[in-house]
């Protein structure tokens, strides 16, 4: 990881788009706050850690669209993304970039700069936004929830980390009125950069095969070990 921080800016906000993409699990996080008299944030993520806490497998399709605002870039990327519990993850991005997780370790691997970061899942950029998809985390536990704004699909619920993380400062879940599911996650840092993922298509409790969570790149990939 050291090496890359002396890389150029822009790479380097390539590569946390990167990394926050493999944890990260929805409307622009400029949408203003509204008053209603529906079910209180509280309510709304006890029904969505409920489905997910009976969920083993979740499959979907992502677009991700990562903004860079002070470079005013937009970077935008497609793919599928795999969850099982405990702990497991893999996304396939359509450029060939890989993330991988076998629960105690995470393999990002960048297919154009021929390189994979290679950590322990305890000490990455672990965003708790996501925990709950791989069996682990409670959304009341570590964030501080309140109502962003009531739509016509569902809510937009903010969650404010307790625990303050370099990776991200709020995050906004957008939930399915019907189905609790999370359709959207924004996720924002300090400088207001916000990397958002739309996921569609979802399954759950489909069978997943154990070789998804493991990954070994081509020959003559440099492997970095932060």
Request: proline share 4%; no cysteine.
């Amino acid at each position: 990881m050291k090496t890359m921080m002396k890389s150029h800016p822009t790479r380097r906000h390539a590569l946390a788009a990167l990394l926050l993409g493999a944890f990260a699990l929805v409307a622009p996080a400029s949408t203003a706050q509204t008053k209603d008299e529906g079910p209180s944030a509280i309510e709304i993520i006890d029904k969505v850690q409920g489905f997910y806490d009976k969920t083993k497998t979740y499959k979907a399709d992502f677009r991700q669209k990562y903004k860079i605002r002070a470079y005013n870039k937009v970077k935008r990327s497609e793919g599928n993304v795999i969850f099982r519990k405990p702990g497991k993850m893999s996304w396939r991005y359509g450029n060939g970039n890989r993330v991988v997780s076998n629960g105690k370790t995470l393999k990002v691997y960048e297919r154009d700069n021929k390189q994979m970061v290679v950590q322990s899942v305890d000490k990455s950029q672990y965003p708790a936004a996501l925990a709950f998809l791989t069996g682990g985390g409670k959304l009341k536990k570590e964030f501080k929830l309140r109502k962003f704004k009531t739509v016509k699909a569902g809510w937009i619920i903010e969650a404010k980390p307790k625990k303050a993380t370099p990776a991200y400062t709020r995050v906004l879940l957008y939930i399915d009125r019907r189905t609790y599911h999370v359709r959207r996650v924004a996720l924002v840092d300090a400088q207001r950069n916000i990397n958002r993922f739309d996921f569609n298509k979802a399954k759950v409790n489909v069978k997943v095969r154990k070789s998804e969570f493991t990954f070994e790149p081509p020959k003559g990939t440099k492997v970095v070990r932060p």
